[in-house]
């Protein structure tokens, strides 16, 4: 199939589909928006009341074009893929299927994480049609009462998510992830696993029953209902005569697969995507999808240009990668990037001094580094994820709520009040009544805010008094054991920094959230020496590369890296590309 080259202010054919490849900063996002101004004004397929369909990967994507659209929001319905499926697929049409799959579609108010809960976990076991076929040292009462046990099946069960087998979309399971330690025997595939997989679809009845949807679920819900109804896809073709969709390579089988169908018939499909930021494979998105993605008549296109960095930034992304060599559209030369060796406090202080008054923004790989450059925290970051931790060591039942509650004070810390209500609510699913819960919600949280400094340096035990006394008398008591010796032994503020609060207006955030955003001064923290190696031997086919190379690609005017290390021979090598201070 030829492929054109195009810059960021061409047209194409507005009838035909199409696929888009194009590098960080290349105007992708510029383009997509001019494309559809261009629908809007010269399609004859519109109408009065059909729109264009926008879909992208990330909020901050969706809040980019819903503000560069302006005024011609109103005839755009720009998306996450999980939010069009769940409100134009799932929402309307979930109740011609609910029977098949015991959903109580009364209950159904969007759709949550899923937690593994102690008590459905029981349900599911002692209902299970296999279970009398468990022989020790995995019989139904070793499963449940010891600890180790419980806790490599609920790891098992967490990894519960849906695959494309042909025309069909099966419920998986990942094996792998049955132990309740990666380094400790897993439970045993033929005598165990095998002996319960026939079950896993009861297991998620369990909960459909309750009317709770999972993330995963919308994907599986919305693949069902299009091949069993397919009318819903000439619903979806009537009001969405075109179908597009930004950040493709981020897309997973599942959603290619409903993508496919959407573009059958008179719906024009078109995509637009970059392997080389393609970062969410945790999440099931596959590199191979968007390099194969094709459909009948499909145009396909390169953006060569780099219309966000100054030349000395796109230089090092020039040399980062070798599939795509950007042009630096802006041709403006700026500073050259610098590389801070040593403690992300004195690069976060250096590279602020450089700033002046500008806006700086600090880029990271997880949460907990993102949540200590937010504070400043005077401590080093925790080796091992505190949090997984504390998943893997407590009661289910009693995690649940800790850990809703820590988020939902997180949440309000950074004035996010709306999300920090929506958290603490589902502590309170007993509360049937929705008003009742969101003021029940709305003064329990005003309480734990209103004490979080008095108990944010205290023991986590601490924290778990307080929720116990005052929001969930219920929940299992804490008094002996490993457990509790980490409720001691670890602060309230330690595993805070592990919470992911979703937060995207912050000056401070992961690489993953910033995807689709830029800044103009951008500081990548990183905080082991051997991550020095993207920079050294670049390597875009590996991930964790990847996720560098977006990192650094968001920034407009300063670039600055932070190391913790790096050797004579690392530096003389960078030395062309980068000042390198210590």
């Known amino acids: ?31 997509l928006v001019n494309h559809i101004k261009k629908v809007l004004s010269t399609s004859k397929r519109m109408g009065s009341y059909r729109k264009i369909a926008c879909i992208t990967y990330t909020n901050t994507a969706v809040d980019t074009i819903t503000k560069r659209l302006d005024t011609s929001i109103d005839r755009v319905e720009i998306s996450t893929i999980h939010s069009f499926i769940y409100n134009n697929i799932v929402r309307p049409y979930l109740h011609f299927i609910a029977s098949q799959y015991d959903f109580n579609v009364k209950y159904l108010d969007g759709h949550d994480e899923h937690f593994i809960s102690r008590t459905y976990v029981k349900e599911w076991i002692d209902g299970h049609q296999n279970l009398a076929q468990l022989r020790n040292p995995w019989t139904r009462n070793q499963l ?53 997989v026939p079950g896993i679809m009861d297991y998620k009845k369990i909960f459909w029953r309750k009317g709770r949807l999972h993330h995963e679920d919308v994907l599986f819900f919305g693949y069902q209902l299009i091949k069993q109804y397919p009318f819903i896809i000439s619903v979806l073709q009537a009001k969405f005569p075109y179908f597009f969709i930004d950040e493709f390579q981020d897309t997973s089988p599942v959603q290619t697969a409903i993508v ?59 040399y ?74 407590d009661n289910p039942d009693r995690v649940k709520v800790i850990v809703r509650c820590i988020k939902a004070v997180e949440l309000g810390y950074e004035k996010n009040f709306k999300e920090a209500i929506k958290e603490m609510q589902k502590v309170f699913v007993n509360i049937t009544d929705k008003a009742a819960r969101r003021k029940t919600a709305f003064h329990q949280l005003s309480k ?26 219920g929940m299992p008591t804490l008094t002996k054991g490993a457990i509790k010796q980490f409720y001691d032994t670890n602060t309230y503020e330690q595993i805070a920094l592990f919470v992911d609060t979703d937060n995207d207006v912050e000056e401070c955030k992961t690489i993953h959230k910033a995807k689709g955003d830029e800044f103009e001064n951008v500081l990548v923290t990183m905080n082991n020496a051997q991550d020095i190696r993207y920079l050294t031997s670049p390597n875009l086919g590996a991930e964790e ?36 201070r210590r």
């Open 144 to 196: 449940l009462r010891l600890e180790n046990n419980y806790k490599a099946l609920s790891n098992w069960l967490y990894s519960i998510d849906y695959q494309i087998n042909g025309n069909d979309l099966e419920i998986t399971v990942d094996n792998s992830k049955a132990a309740y330690d990666p380094d400790k025997p897993r439970l045993s595939k033929q005598n165990c696993l095998d002996i319960l």
């Open 320 to 393: 980062l990668r070798t599939d795509i060599t950007q042009n630096p559209l802006r041709n403006v030369s700026g500073e050259k990037p610098i590389i801070f060796v040593g403690a992300k406090e004195q690069a976060y202080a250096d590279a602020k001094a450089i700033c002046g008054a500008e806006v700086l923004v600090t880029l990271s790989r997880d949460n907990p580094t993102v949540n200590a450059m937010k504070r400043l925290y005077n401590v080093s970051i925790p080796t091992e994820n505190l949090l997984d931790k504390l998943f893997d060591k």
């Open 1 to 31: 199939m030829p492929v054109n080259f195009i810059t960021s202010n061409d047209s194409i054919d507005i009838e035909l589909p199409f696929k888009v490849k194009a590098g960080p900063g290349a105007g992708k996002t510029h383009w």
């Open 260 to 318: 496919r169908l959407l573009a059958q018939r008179e719906t024009v499909v078109g995509v637009i995507g970059d392997k080389a930021q393609s970062i969410y494979s945790f999440q099931g998105a596959s590199v191979g999808d968007f390099e194969h993605f094709s459909l009948p008549g499909q145009q396909e296109f390169v953006i060569q240009d780099n219309r966000r960095s100054t030349n000395e930034i796109t230089n090092v992304l020039n």
């Open 545 to 580: 590369h990847r996720v560098r190379y977006v990192g650094v690609s968001r920034a407009m005017q300063r670039l600055f890296i932070n190391l913790p290390a790096l050797t004579a021979a690392e530096e003389l090598s960078l030395s062309g590309l980068f000042d390198i």
């Open 448 to 473: 734990l805010l209103s004490e979080r400094s008095a108990f944010a340096q205290e023991s986590l035990y601490k924290f778990y008094e307080l929720v116990k006394a005052n929001i969930s008398s």
